[in-house]
């Protein structure tokens, strides 16, 4: 689901306050498009032209008050903004007028003398509780005149909507989807008349939703309409699944009310989602290097080595030649950048494999799908590149131990780790800013060095 930019109007009769209201908003809200107007009448022509999620007035406008501007919006039967909230900006709103507003329709009041900064937080949190309607709808119903009638509110409330007039057509999207995590623009909200005239009803669709797709009332909520309000009806629509339900005749107030609401839970779960893969991603990560923890490769080794389809895989242990002389001589923050640095490099030269700082200045990378030669080339081309790269300023080399599953096939992963680590102790003794490997026959250095 791709984020949608917010639309507000402002119309206030003063230049000045025009242009400070409308820049306010921009350094507050993120995803935001102003547009202003200096009367009611060019307000309204703008509405005409544009679609807006927000509209703020002045109480006094050049041709009209702010009021006779909300029952404009209102009482309009071809505006798309009957439903738009308006927030009336004003510093003498007093109770009598109050009550007149909200008559008017006026959905809430900001009081001017709070400052122009608390203007901004003001609107922000009111986005942040009337979410815009977002959102991708699964439409079902067999009535050709209901389906009209509903797809045209939803539309005009700047839903993408799909419908169907089956069930069956239906769930064939849905597990689609259901099979495809990374399929655009997929559904947040189904909406389905209980009684379908075909061989599954809407009931037995979110059977399917629930029990065979395994979705959530959260992940992706459902909003059934029924033909009649009897309290069995409700508690059937309750106990398969359903959110909400609506009946015929339509009204747009409740439906759309009704819909707002569950796009809103839909919306919540996506973002408590992404809070959580966020949480668990810096779990995984370094936080100095930018690389996976030594956590991950503890929970994921076992299975990245063991895993088929990442044969022939090999260790690498990395280890960074007299680090300890840069932290004494230059400092531990310039060590720190060189890490920092190190693990940048080392991302961008193994995006498929798992790399990992394994304690201090060691790395590992877990490589996959690689011939002995293979490794060797690899291994041997970072250590190069590091001898050159100068991170922080600071002349590196690096020293190397590798070690394979094709030579040691019954390892786990702390014995080929123990394995590649030999590797690497060969590689210091024999002079560092060395590669080693370790096969069945001991440990040798790469014939592909270099000086």
């Given at each position: 689901?791709?984020?949608?930019?917010t639309?507000?109007?402002?119309?206030?009769?003063?230049?000045?306050?025009?242009?400070i209201?409308?820049?306010?908003?921009?350094?507050?809200?993120?995803?935001l498009?102003?547009?202003?107007?200096?009367?009611?009448?060019?307000?309204?022509?703008?509405?005409?032209?544009?679609?807006?999620?927000?509209?703020?007035?002045?109480?006094?406008?050049?041709?009209?008050?702010?009021?006779?501007?909300?029952?404009?919006?209102?009482?309009?039967?071809?505006?798309?903004?009957?439903?738009?909230?308006?927030?009336?900006?004003?510093?003498?709103?007093?109770?009598?007028?109050?009550?007149?507003?909200?008559?008017?329709?006026?959905?809430?009041?900001?009081?001017?003398?709070?400052?122009?900064?608390?203007?901004?937080?003001?609107?922000?949190?009111?986005?942040?509780?009337?979410?815009?309607?977002?959102?991708?709808?699964?439409?079902?119903?067999?009535?050709?005149?209901?389906?009209?009638?509903?797809?045209k509110?939803?539309?005009?409330?700047?839903?993408?909507?799909?419908?169907?007039?089956?069930?069956?057509?239906?769930?064939?999207?849905?597990?689609?989807?259901?099979?495809?995590?990374?399929?655009?623009?997929?559904?947040?909200?189904?909406?389905?008349?209980?009684?379908?005239?075909?061989?599954?009803?809407?009931?037995?669709?979110?059977?399917?939703?629930?029990?065979?797709?395994?979705?959530?009332?959260?992940?992706?909520?459902?909003?059934?309409i029924?033909?009649?309000?009897?309290?069995?009806?409700?508690?059937?629509?309750?106990?398969?699944?359903?959110?909400?339900?609506?009946?015929?005749?339509?009204?747009?107030?409740?439906?759309?009310?009704?819909?707002?609401?569950?796009?809103?839970?839909?919306?919540?779960?996506?973002?408590?989602?992404?809070?959580?893969?966020?949480?668990?991603?810096?779990?995984?990560?370094?936080?100095?290097?930018?690389?996976?923890?030594?956590?991950?490769?503890?929970?994921?080794?076992?299975?990245?080595?063991q895993?088929?389809?990442?044969?022939?895989?090999?260790?690498?242990?990395?280890?960074?030649?007299?680090?300890?002389?840069?932290?004494?001589?230059?400092?531990?923050?310039?060590?720190?950048?060189?890490?920092?640095?190190?693990?940048?490099?080392?991302?961008?030269?193994?995006?498929?494999?798992?790399?990992?700082?394994?304690?201090?200045?060691?790395?590992?990378?877990?490589?996959?799908?690689?011939t002995?030669?293979?490794?060797?080339?690899?291994?041997?081309?970072?250590?190069?590149?590091?001898?050159?790269?100068?991170?922080?300023?600071?002349?590196?080399?690096?020293?190397?131990?590798?070690?394979?599953?094709?030579?040691?096939?019954?390892?786990?992963?702390?014995?080929?780790?123990?394995?590649?680590?030999?590797?690497?102790y060969?590689s210091?003794?024999?002079?560092?800013?060395?590669?080693?490997?370790?096969?069945?026959?001991?440990?040798?250095?790469?014939?592909?060095?270099?000086?």
């Open positions: 689901m791709t984020e949608k930019i639309r507000i109007l402002v119309v206030d009769g003063s230049t000045v306050s025009r242009q209201l409308s820049r306010i908003l921009q350094d507050e809200i993120t995803n498009e102003v547009h202003s107007s200096k009367s009611g009448a060019s307000a309204i022509k703008k509405m005409h032209e544009n679609h807006y999620d927000l509209i703020t007035t002045a109480l006094l406008l050049p041709d009209m008050d702010g009021l006779e501007l909300c029952r404009k919006i209102r009482n309009s039967n071809t505006s798309s903004h009957q439903y738009t909230p308006v927030i009336v900006v004003s510093g003498d709103a007093d109770e009598r007028l109050l009550q007149e507003g909200f008559k008017a329709g006026v959905t809430d009041y900001f009081d001017k003398s709070n400052g122009y900064k608390a203007f901004g937080n003001f609107i922000k949190a009111f986005i942040q509780r009337n979410a815009s309607l977002v959102g991708h709808i699964l439409f079902i119903e067999d009535s050709k005149t209901a389906a009209a009638v509903i797809c509110i939803l539309i005009k409330h700047g839903l993408k909507v799909t419908h169907t007039d089956s069930a069956e057509i239906a769930m064939g999207m849905l597990e689609v989807q259901h099979n495809n995590e990374d399929i655009p623009d997929p559904f947040d909200l189904v909406i389905t008349d209980f009684y379908l005239k075909g061989a599954l009803t809407g009931g037995d669709l979110l059977y399917a939703i629930r029990a065979r797709f395994h979705y959530s009332q959260q992940e992706l909520p459902v909003l059934v029924t033909g009649n309000d009897d309290q069995k009806t409700q508690v059937e629509v309750f106990h398969a699944g359903g959110n909400d339900f609506v009946t015929k005749p339509i009204l747009e107030e409740v439906i759309m009310a009704r819909i707002r609401l569950l796009l809103l839970i839909r919306h919540q779960f996506e973002a408590l989602t992404l809070q959580a893969e966020n949480m668990r991603w810096i779990a995984a990560t370094d936080s100095l290097t930018g690389v996976r923890s030594k956590r991950y490769l503890v929970d994921n080794g076992e299975d990245y080595i895993n088929t389809a990442n044969q022939p895989v090999w260790a690498m242990l990395i280890d960074i030649d007299f680090f300890k002389k840069i932290n004494d001589n230059l400092g531990h923050i310039t060590g720190d950048h060189v890490l920092a640095e190190l693990g940048a490099k080392l991302n961008q030269s193994f995006p498929s494999d798992m790399v990992v700082r394994f304690g201090g200045e060691e790395f590992s990378v877990l490589l996959k799908n690689l002995h030669e293979e490794a060797l080339q690899k291994a041997e081309k970072l250590r190069r590149e590091i001898a050159i790269l100068k991170p922080a300023n600071v002349d590196l080399t690096i020293s190397v131990g590798l070690a394979s599953m094709q030579d040691h096939p019954d390892s786990n992963l702390t014995q080929i780790l123990a394995l590649a680590d030999k590797a690497l060969h210091k003794e024999t002079g560092r800013n060395r590669v080693s490997y370790i096969t069945e026959e001991g440990i040798k250095l790469s014939h592909l060095h270099e000086d």
